[in-house]
């Protein structure tokens, strides 16, 4: 067991009971605390208090040197006893003064090292909880290492889809400028067809107006006609008669063949065409365009001009019969 000493006012370290002998100073009456425990006041008491340090105290003892007996003093006076014994009182008094002194620098030391140890204490309990609050933070490390590594793998993940968006937008981007090119071809060609349809339908429109004028100039001629014919059989009906039926017959409408109605083309609508766009259903092949412009309709090609129509067989007839009764003699 090991002791605590303090000794000329200081603490020179933790001995054996064995060391303590080899102390200069150390006695019975010096202060010492067991190593073992809490260092506090209480616990400072004098070496000869413990019965470890006791054999040690008697070795000491029995080395030093015996003291020799005392002489017999001589008398004195009064007035030297009086002087010894206040002396000695004096230095009593002194001694008591001392060991007060000496008393209150071991407290203070004992205070001092009592709020050492509790600092030391305080200082473990704090380095206590901060290894505590590392091994914690240690097991987050190696949570957020690895989040971070699945939060790496993630991204490059999204940069890969990334980069095939891209290539995907940008194969869109050209398919859409083909089909823009592709429409604005098809708007080109749609105002082309109307330009010509509007030039064909005032074609139609002329011949349609042609041909009606000829059917009322052959109605006119027919009536004209009929009314010679009525004249002529009142002025000779011996030359009408054998005429009337070949007259008859070559004025009566031959039976046209049954006309097949026109019906409109009809026009479906594309589902890759634009809106308000329709593609009709059999569509006319390509055919070079002549170069015009929508200000004033082009010259009709010589193709299309209607050719002269024939002379009516009625016609024919009524100038052939008139010619037979003009230069037919009278009788």
């Known amino acids: 067991m090991k002791f605590w000493v303090y000794i000329n006012g200081e603490v020179p370290g933790c001995f054996a009971p064995?060391?303590?002998?080899?102390?200069?100073?150390f006695s019975g009456?010096?202060?010492?605390?067991p190593a073992e425990g809490e260092v506090l006041e209480k616990n400072w008491r004098r070496a000869g208090e413990f019965p470890e340090i006791m054999p040690v105290l008697r070795d000491l003892a029995s080395r030093q040197k015996p003291s020799r007996p005392p002489e017999v003093p001589a008398p004195m006076d009064v007035d030297k006893v009086l002087d010894?014994?206040?002396?000695?009182?004096?230095?009593?008094?002194?001694?008591?003064?001392?060991?007060?002194?000496?008393?209150?620098?071991e407290k203070a030391l004992i205070l001092s090292l009592q709020r050492q140890v509790m600092d030391l204490k305080d200082q473990l309990q704090g380095e206590r909880d901060r290894a505590g609050t590392m091994e914690a933070q240690l097991q987050r490390f190696a949570e957020?290492?690895?989040?971070?590594?699945?939060?790496?793998e993630r991204i490059g993940s999204l940069e890969?889809?990334?980069?095939?968006?891209?290539?995907?937008?940008?194969?869109?981007?050209?398919?859409l400028e083909k089909t823009r090119n592709e429409l604005d071809a098809a708007k080109r060609s749609l105002g082309e067809t109307a330009n010509d349809l509007s030039i064909r339908n005032r074609l139609v429109q002329k011949l349609s107006h042609d041909l009606t004028e000829k059917e009322v100039s052959l109605t006119k001629a027919l009536a004209l006609l009929r009314r010679l014919e009525e004249d002529l059989s009142t002025l000779r009906p011996d030359v009408v008669a054998g005429h009337r039926e070949q007259i008859r017959a070559l004025s009566a409408p031959k039976a046209e063949p049954e006309a097949k109605p026109v019906l409109p083309e009809v026009q479906v609508r594309s589902a890759d065409a634009?809106?308000?766009?329709?593609?009709?259903?059999?569509?006319e092949p390509k055919t070079e365009r002549a170069a015009y412009t929508t200000d004033e309709p082009p010259k009709l090609p010589g193709?299309?001009?209607?050719?002269?129509?024939?002379q009516p067989a009625a016609h024919n007839a009524l100038v052939d019969f008139l010619k037979k009764v003009i230069n037919k003699p009278e009788v």
């Open 274 to 283: 634009p809106q308000g766009g329709v593609t009709p259903a059999h569509p």
């Open 144 to 152: 957020l290492e690895d989040a971070q590594r699945k939060a790496e």
């Open 29 to 33: 009456t010096t202060l010492v605390c």
């Open 18 to 25: 064995a060391d303590l002998a080899k102390l200069e100073g």
């Open 303 to 310: 193709v299309i001009v209607p050719p002269h129509p024939d």
């Open 160 to 175: 890969a889809a990334l980069a095939g968006k891209e290539r995907a937008a940008s194969d869109l981007r050209i398919s």
């Open 84 to 105: 010894s014994a206040s002396h000695r009182l004096f230095g009593h008094v002194s001694q008591l003064m001392k060991e007060l002194e000496h008393h209150r620098e």
